[in-house]
């Protein structure tokens, strides 16, 4: 396993955020900004805290770890004194409700930044701060929909609904980017940011990814080869297979050692694409004589990218993923550190959350704070 980050200084040591979001987006993101050093004052509200906390208590764990909780009612005017006194310290500031509550409070971007321009202010919403969505409700599924990442332009029809919460993970990835790049600007301007950010348009940003190349194509993304999908074996057994590039796809046809896979009609990527349906079958049809560790020990002598579709618990239990020690077990529950290493080693921000309000006194200690 990679050693942890005890040799390294983490990359945003020093950098103070008060984190206002709830749920998995802005979670996401701060915990992210932990595990590269931040220091994250969670505010929650009395009583339940996050909603994550007894919606799904293991997902709150895996996404709060190392962080600062701090309960507070912004309704409350001394409570909203205590929460601008966080953020009179503070570098960052993120918060995850809809459009329009912040200011309610008075806790607002524009607030924020009349009086201290040198904030980087980060909104994460469903819709954005400007537009005639703004305002109405939503979910991960909901923004997915919208932006027409669900739409199969093959068969006109609604594809499957993904495993991921694709739009929640990539606006906290997102979030996190965007709030390093505005660190950056701000070493050398002196200036924060206001950040919008909006999960339906980062559903339609990675839509758009799949589609674009001058004109619409819908055999790009998941799809763009009928040698690039997942296809049942002998045993009953997933594997994905991606012989995309020709190189890997001459591979392919060689450890199959099936004539019908030589056809000059398959020759070239565009060659296979043009004829999509049938060889995809034909694949299938293949790979349907063989188990999956006859195909796993041929695609590995012969470098062919051929792999398991894995349970999460067969995955985090893969000698590769313990030697990389990213994800782990820790006792009955599932940690993480960054998702990349940092000179080598991890960075995490620890494997515990913060139970509601624990850091009630010390989030405001200046001692806390320098340290």
């Known amino acids: 396993m990679m050693s942890q980050s005890s040799g390294v200084a983490p990359p945003l040591q020093g950098i103070q955020v008060v984190d206002f979001s709830h749920t998995l987006p802005g979670p996401y993101c701060t915990q992210l900004l932990a595990d590269l050093g931040a220091r994250v004052v969670k505010i929650e509200r009395p009583g339940g805290g996050d909603y994550l906390r007894s919606l799904m208590p293991a997902v709150f764990a895996h996404y709060n770890r190392g962080k600062k909780s701090v309960s507070l009612d912004l309704k409350d005017p001394d409570d909203r004194g205590r929460a601008l006194e966080l953020i009179e310290k503070a570098d960052v500031v993120v918060e995850g409700f ?18 201290r321009p040198d904030i980087i202010y980060c909104s994460i919403s469903g819709w954005g701060q400007e537009g005639e969505l703004r305002d109405a409700p939503g979910h991960d599924l ?80 998941s799809e763009s080869s009928p040698a690039h999908g997942i296809f049942l074996t002998k045993d009953g057994q997933s594997v994905t297979l991606g012989a995309i590039e020709d190189h890997f796809w001459h591979r392919f046809v060689d450890i199959a050692d099936e004539p019908r896979l030589r056809d000059s009609r398959f020759e070239t990527h565009q060659d296979r694409n043009v004829a999509y349906d049938e060889l995809r079958d034909l694949i299938q049809e293949v790979i ?77 200690s200046q001692e806390e704070v320098a340290g």
């Not at 912040?102 to 971007?109: K, P, T, V």
């Not at 093959?154 to 505005?182: E, F, K, R």
């Not at 348009?201 to 799949?210: G, H, N, P, R, V």
């Open 98 to 115: 809809r459009p329009g509550v912040m200011a309610r409070f008075g806790l607002d971007a524009a607030t924020i930044r009349q009086e």
């Open 142 to 221: 909901n923004y997915l929909g919208a932006a027409g990442a669900l739409h199969d332009p093959v068969s006109s029809s609604v594809g499957a609904q993904p495993t991921l919460l694709v739009a929640d993970l990539a606006s906290g990835s997102l979030a996190a980017i965007a709030i390093t790049g505005a660190i950056i600007g701000r070493q050398r301007t002196g200036v924060g940011a206001t950040i919008d950010l909006s999960m339906a348009d980062i559903a339609l940003t990675w839509a758009a990814a799949s589609h674009v190349s001058g004109v619409l194509n819908p055999r790009s993304g």
């Open 288 to 364: 349907g004589t063989r188990t999956a560790d006859d195909w796993i020990s041929a695609a590995e002598a012969n470098n062919v990218p051929i792999f398991i579709v894995s349970t999460f618990a067969d995955a985090i239990d893969a000698r590769h993923f313990l030697d990389r020690g990213i994800v782990r077990r820790s006792g009955d529950s599932i940690t993480s550190a960054f998702p990349a290493l940092w000179d080598g080693t991890l960075l995490s921000a620890g494997d515990e959350a913060p139970e509601l309000d624990e850091h009630a006194q010390t989030a405001f």
